[in-house]
């Protein structure tokens, strides 16, 4: 059932029903494992977790957004405190509209006026609506909602600012005539005077909702008795919340330890639990690759590379693009996605390459070799799920997911909006080029040059490929053939591509942009402008 439809039928219901309060996604995904069928989205209590006051401080575009992650975490539905509907009968009718975008099931609006403040504080002094102006929001919400379901709720504030039962009867009739799905009677009263008066007089022409705040000790029976519909537990969430974190805190604070609190707390786990971790590690398992799967990744960053003084003494791979080195920004990529096995091969001022929790392969020839050379001396690290990358490249992370997410035995990443001019590029011919519109980015490799004619030149290899258990083994091979080569020390990964494309497939994965790799200083300085 819609959640709309939930709440009708747990207003309109014969039977009493509860809504308890709920302040943001976390208490209302407790409210909700706790048994309850409804949950008040309360002014008070959001105001409170946002640490403003009661007075349309928060401002209803920011209400919205705690509604929505609320919305978000439960199937049951929300009534919204919609204060006094944050403006005239326009800004109700947006608010109407943008509540039920967020799947809440309803507002309730009070006859006071704009901006609101808290009915507990002075409230006799607190001027009410006219009558009148307040009957056009009800309607003004009930013509603007699309789903037939979605309640809107009338507030009466006239016992809480000192008006007697005849002006509380007028208003909740003319309210009722508006289109109010429901009357909510407030009264802050420690007993239930107000409401016994107004329930015998009402005489159940439509449903009647309560908040017994103030009047808590009257027994629940009684008003079962007394035909009220729905009782609102108004703001005890955010009440108990606030005094444990108070105790909790000044218990840290004087002990300087957590050895007396961590009893008496949640474990973290089961924090989460109500964040749905265990679904995601689901979804992970249905939508990632990699999930479950061991990968790992090799860098390859032993060159110097030519940018001048910036790698005089300093490997390319260290050069920071804001604020962090390019091998840093890779690293932090990678671990993002799950994978932590990462080997580096290091080569010029490789002292300089020192990270954590990273393995190294030193290339100590790496100013007469080329990146061919130092992948097959990290070669026992190709296994049976690879990625491997050139050191001074950075790209944006879906690039990666999407490598990740292809199953093929080899698969190069090329970007088919590339410069086609310029030297030391590896260019790519493919089976096929890339259609933006009808090709969802995958060819087969046929050859990679840095001289081929433009025609021919279907991208440009950035940097970034992988194997699985298959493929390994064919790159492990083509490496064995390779070396025996007496020019091998000074070959590239072209060299292995081609050799493989002989008796194998590679897998184009193409892309349009979203990486640089850092050849040059103009390199360098587009860099810090690629937002990963």
């Given at each position: ?11 309109t ?8 309060e709920?302040?943001?996604g ?5 409210v909700?494992?706790a048994g ?34 609320m ?12 204060d006094?509907?944050?403006g005239?009968?326009n ?12 799947d809440?099931a ?21 001027p009410?609506a ?11 919400a009930?013509d603007?909602?699309?789903d037939e ?8 504030e006239?016992?809480i ?35 016994d008066?107004?329930m015998k ?5 439509s449903p009647?909702v309560?908040?017994?705040t103030?009047?808590?000790?009257v ?38 330890s ?26 992970e ?12 990744n ?12 910036l ?29 932590k ?14 990270l ?13 070799t ?5 992948l097959?001396l ?30 093929n ?12 001019k ?11 080029k ?12 046929k ?16 940097g ?27 070959m ?25 790799d ?15």
């Amino acid at each position: 059932m819609k959640k709309t439809s939930q709440l009708k039928s747990l207003i309109t219901s014969p039977e009493l029903s509860y809504l308890m309060e709920a302040h943001n996604g976390l208490s209302a995904k407790i409210v909700e494992e706790a048994g309850f069928a409804g949950i008040w989205g309360s002014g008070l209590s959001i105001s409170a977790s946002l640490g403003v006051r009661d007075n349309n401080e928060a401002s209803w575009t920011q209400i919205l957004d705690v509604l929505e992650f609320m919305s978000d975490a439960i199937k049951i539905p929300i009534l919204l405190d919609g204060d006094t509907g944050y403006g005239n009968f326009n800004n109700m009718r947006r608010l109407v509209r943008k509540l039920e975008q967020r799947d809440i099931a309803g507002v309730c609006i009070e006859d006071k006026l704009f901006p609101k403040t808290n009915s507990f504080i002075g409230g006799e002094n607190q001027p009410l609506a006219d009558m009148d102006e307040f009957c056009g929001k009800i309607k003004a919400a009930k013509d603007t909602q699309m789903d037939e379901d979605f309640m809107v709720v009338a507030r009466l504030e006239a016992f809480i600012a000192g008006w007697g039962l005849d002006e509380a009867l007028r208003r909740a009739e003319a309210y009722h005539k508006a289109g109010a799905d429901a009357i909510l009677c407030h009264s802050k009263k420690s007993d239930a005077t107000d409401i016994d008066a107004f329930m015998k007089e009402w005489a159940n022409r439509s449903p009647v909702v309560i908040v017994p705040t103030k009047y808590y000790s009257v027994p629940t029976e009684h008003f079962k008795d007394l035909g009220v519909n729905t009782i609102i537990w108004a703001n005890h969430n955010i009440r108990s919340a606030v005094k444990v974190m108070q105790e909790t805190t000044q218990r840290i604070f004087e002990d300087q330890s957590l050895i007396n609190v961590e009893s008496k707390v949640v474990s973290v786990s089961e924090l989460f639990r109500l964040q749905g971790a265990d679904e995601l590690k689901e979804a992970e398992k249905k939508y990632l690759p990699t999930s479950g799967k061991k990968v790992n990744n090799i860098i390859l960053a032993a060159s110097q590379g030519s940018l001048g003084d910036l790698t005089k003494e300093t490997p390319k791979t260290l050069l920071e693009v804001n604020g962090k080195s390019l091998l840093a920004t890779q690293i932090d990529e990678f671990n993002q996605v799950g994978i932590k096995d990462i080997t580096v091969v290091r080569g010029f001022a490789k002292e300089k390459i020192k990270l954590n929790n990273v393995q190294t392969v030193d290339n100590d020839l790496y100013a007469e070799t080329k990146e061919l050379y130092s992948l097959y001396l990290a070669k026992d690290e190709i296994k049976d799920n690879t990625v491997v990358s050139y050191g001074d490249i950075i790209f944006k992370r879906f690039v990666l997911n999407e490598l990740l997410n292809d199953n093929n035995n080899i698969t190069i990443i090329v970007d088919a909006d590339c410069d086609k001019k310029g030297k030391d590029k590896d260019f790519v011919f493919a089976s096929e080029k890339y259609n933006r519109v009808n090709y969802q980015g995958l060819a087969s490799f046929k050859q990679m040059a840095s001289e081929m004619k433009p025609e021919n030149i279907y991208g440009e290899f950035i940097g970034l490929w992988k194997v699985n258990k298959n493929g390994a083994e064919i790159v492990k091979a083509a490496l064995d053939v390779l070396s025996k080569n007496d020019g091998f020390k000074k070959m590239t990964c072209t060299d292995l591509f081609n050799e493989i494309a002989k008796n194998n497939t590679i897998a184009v994965k193409y892309i349009s942009g979203a990486w640089l790799d850092v050849d040059t200083l103009v390199d360098f300085q587009n860099a810090g402008k690629l937002h990963l």
